[in-house]
């Protein structure tokens, strides 16, 4: 028997590794299973090369429980390690690593870093008081050899017991983790990191992984059967997928996965189901953030790179190269696969526009590629139900809806139900309505006019349809200036002075009386600010715009009403004109109901 120290610079290293790690003390099970598949997949290698000639017997990993001596035991039949071994790569290699890791952070707050790789081997110490190694290794002739560390810096090496080639870690459980001697908590971490390693691991007698998940396979060797049942390995309770994408690289980086379209309708829905990342085929996170385009974490999946640097903080991830390629690229084959789905099929991706549009939208907000590449795929709706590309509508539109600036007005609703009396003005006069109603539209509304010449969007109640769609033709009032100016006094004495503005428009006697509108900038800039919670301008009261229209035959007749008739007339007219706006509630709307009940 030999005793020995670890040399360290850094005092009682021990505690500083299960103070910093102390929200993940979980991970140690990951890093000590990758140990035993890493060690099966090198006896492997070793025998393909000819280097082991031995037999390889069937290889396995298998994670054993024992309360009574309180030890959870990982043992593999990999390569196995001589006393020789143990000290260069336990006592020497890793520990300089733990080492490295610890001077590093210790004076760091962020504990972000902790729970990636970097730790290995001496992770087991976050959670047992002490740890053997059992082992012999592969090599001829070699003697079993143990280990033991009690986490103090002084360690024991002596002949081991193993008989079959292959490592045992045995890990004496330290009374604050005896949460780790629970079959089922084991089990859960089991499911959560080991559930598509390469490598069999057995517990409790039961094979616990799949070893060949489909994103290691060839696309050409698999149906949709195959990717949706996947789909449902990943998420049970899910809906199943729209269509996905089998991502496959290896230059100038490696990664493979897949990428599922979920239906989604809202995005709080879609992140209920997160992107899996995987290092060869060890579960890292699900919290894909800063590795993942933001409108990319709409979709589900899996994502496998051995390139995306994991022993690092979230900060130094965003602006790592590979990171940023990696975003890029899945990106662009995501908008490619988009472009093939409408290509190949355009009814049915009409079909599918519904539970992708806010999705597509997401994505030509925060990314300024994706956003050029999906104007061939981004669809517009039109309130009866009609979809077309943005270049498909603006030639649509064209002929009718060119105002006299030469420039395109469309024209949408965020509401159709409750904009029906705007919509069915802008109908009557041919133009055609787009219902943009979705939660990043009034985003989008910008977007779509910064990118497109000579388009201007609006909403139908943003102005009279006359002026919405200003062809510049001439405007004759019936009506004298003074008489005008009289209906005008009459609808602001009625009306709420900070809420409302009034004018007059000398319409054709055809068009509504009283409309409400309110101006599309500062609706717009309103609602934007509101949805960042920005205050300067979200605090800006709701603004509209009475606009009498003088031609009409109630203009006359308001005029020559008589006393309190008169008043009451306006009143009446203007409310019924904020009823149709969808405007009158509480009160104002009780008032109203009265008042005309007593007049029928
Ligand atoms: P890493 O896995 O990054 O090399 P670790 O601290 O996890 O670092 O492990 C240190 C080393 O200990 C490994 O590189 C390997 O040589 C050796 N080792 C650990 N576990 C095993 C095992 N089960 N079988 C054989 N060798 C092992
Ligand atoms: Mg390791």
């Known amino acids: 028997m030999r005793q020995g120290n670890i040399s360290v610079h850094t005092e009682n290293i021990f505690p500083i590794i299960k103070k910093f790690l102390y929200s993940d003390h979980e991970i140690f099970l990951r890093e000590l299973i990758s140990n035993a598949v890493d060690a099966t997949q090198k006896i492997k290698t070793l025998a393909s090369v000819g280097e082991f000639k031995g037999e390889l017997g069937e290889l396995k990993i298998t994670v054993t429980l024992d309360e009574a001596t309180k030890t959870l035991t990982i043992s593999d039949n990999g390569l196995g390690m001589t006393a020789d071994d143990i000290e260069k790569y336990i006592n020497q290699l890793a520990f300089s690593g733990a080492e490295e890791f610890v001077t590093k952070y210790k004076d760091k707050a962020d504990a972000n870093i902790i729970g990636h790789f970097g730790l290995g081997f001496y992770s087991a110490f976050m959670v047992a008081h002490q740890v053997e190694i059992q082992t012999l290794s592969h090599k ?31 890990l004496h459980i330290a009374e604050d983790s005896e949460e780790f001697l629970q079959k089922y908590r084991v089990n859960s971490l089991l499911e959560k990191y080991c559930r598509f390693l390469p490598v069999e691991i057995e517990f409790d007698g039961k094979v616990i992984n799949n070893t060949k998940p489909i994103w290691i396979q060839k696309p050409s060797e698999l149906t949709d059967d195959d990717y949706t049942k996947f789909y449902s390995e990943l998420y049970p309770y899910a809906e199943p997928p729209l269509f996905w994408i089998h991502l496959n690289v290896d230059y100038p980086f490696n990664l493979t996965g897949i990428l599922y379209f979920p239906k989604v309708s809202n995005a ?4 209920k189901h997160k992107v899996q990342l995987y ?15 933001e409108f990319l974490m709409l979709l589900h999946g ?9 022993n690092v903080s979230r900060s130094s991830l965003q602006s790592d190269s590979n990171v940023k390629k990696i975003t890029s690229h899945i990106s662009k084959k995501v908008s490619d696969k988009l472009s093939d789905l409408f290509k190949a099929d ?17 994505g030509m907000l925060s990314d300024e590629k994706f956003a050029e590449r999906a104007q061939e795929f981004c669809l517009l709706e039109n309130v009866k139900g009609e979809y077309s590309l943005i270049k498909e509508y603006v030639e649509k539109i064209k002929p009718l809806q060119t105002n006299k600036e030469e420039t395109v007005v469309a024209l949408y609703t965020s509401d159709p139900i409750g904009q029906h009396s705007y919509i069915k003005a802008a109908q009557d006069k041919g133009y055609d309505v787009l ?12 977007q779509l006019e910064q990118k497109q010449e000579k388009l201007s969007v609006k909403r139908v109640d943003a102005d ?9 033709e001439e405007r004759v009032s019936v009506l004298t200036d003074k008489d005008v100016e009289k209906l005008k006094t009459l609808f602001s004495d009625v009306a709420d002075k900070v809420k409302f503005s009034v004018e007059a428009e000398a319409l054709s006697p055809e068009a509504s009386f009283i409309t409400i509108t309110e101006d599309e900038f500062a609706r717009r800039m309103r609602e934007m600010s509101r949805m960042q919670n920005m205050t300067m301008f979200g605090n800006m009261p709701d603004h509209f715009k009475i606009i009498i229209n003088s031609n009409h035959a109630k203009a006359k007749k308001l005029l020559e009403a008589k006393g309190a008739a008169k008043k009451d007339m306006v009143k009446q007219i203007l409310d019924l004109a904020m009823l149709s706006k969808n405007m ?16 029928v």
């Open 140 to 170: 001829e002739g070699s003697e079993a050899a143990h280990w033991t560390c009690d986490g103090s810096t002084s360690f024991t090496i002596d002949k081991g017991t193993r008989t079959e080639r292959g490592t045992d870690i045995i």
């Open 346 to 362: 355009r009814k049915d991706f009409d079909a599918k526009w519904p539970s992708m549009d806010i999705f597509v939208k997401y």
């Open 302 to 310: 899996v994502i496998d790179s051995p390139d995306i640097p994991l």
């Open 268 to 271: 709080i829905d879609a992140e």
């Open 464 to 472: 009279i349809i006359d002026k919405l769609v200003d062809k510049g």
């Open 279 to 293: 290092s060869n085929q060890v579960f890292v996170t699900d919290n894909v953030k800063d590795i993942l385009p």
């Open 584 to 599: 009158l509630t509480g009160e104002h709307l009780t008032d109203f109901v009265n008042r005309s009940m007593e007049a």
């Open 435 to 446: 219902k943009l109603d979705g939660m990043l539209d009034v985003h989008f509304v910008g």
